[in-house]
């Protein structure tokens, strides 16, 4: 294999891997060490409102970027976003 390929490959690799979503848990770790970096500690009240905040933050923008996609114009169609269902036979 030629070393070019082995560059593009790994390049390749890195925006396949970028590409995943977080599950809950590790968007709630995140979550929580961002607000322990703003100084809150675990288990307060603060603690509690900046992770609030931060879901709601994260909702606003998604609502926004689905009104930005809806506002377009028509001629394109509605855009339907949907997760696949997986199923395997066992």
């Known amino acids: 294999m030629r070393p070019h390929h082995l560059v593009l490959l790994a390049a390749l690799s890195a925006v396949l891997a970028s590409c995943q979503s977080m599950t809950p848990q590790e968007r709630r770790a995140a979550d929580e060490s961002r607000c322990a970096g703003y100084g809150f ?3 307060t009240e603060g603690m509690a409102r900046c992770l ?3 879901d709601l933050d994260r909702r606003a923008e998604r609502r ?3 009104n ?3 506002n377009r114009p028509r001629y ?3 855009v339907i ?3 696949p269902v997986v199923l395997r036979s066992r």
């Open 52 to 54: 609030l905040d931060l």
């Open 76 to 78: 394109w169609g509605p």
């Open 64 to 66: 926004q970027w689905q």
């Open 68 to 70: 930005e996609i809806n």
């Open 41 to 43: 500690k675990p288990r």
């Open 81 to 83: 976003v949907h997760r």
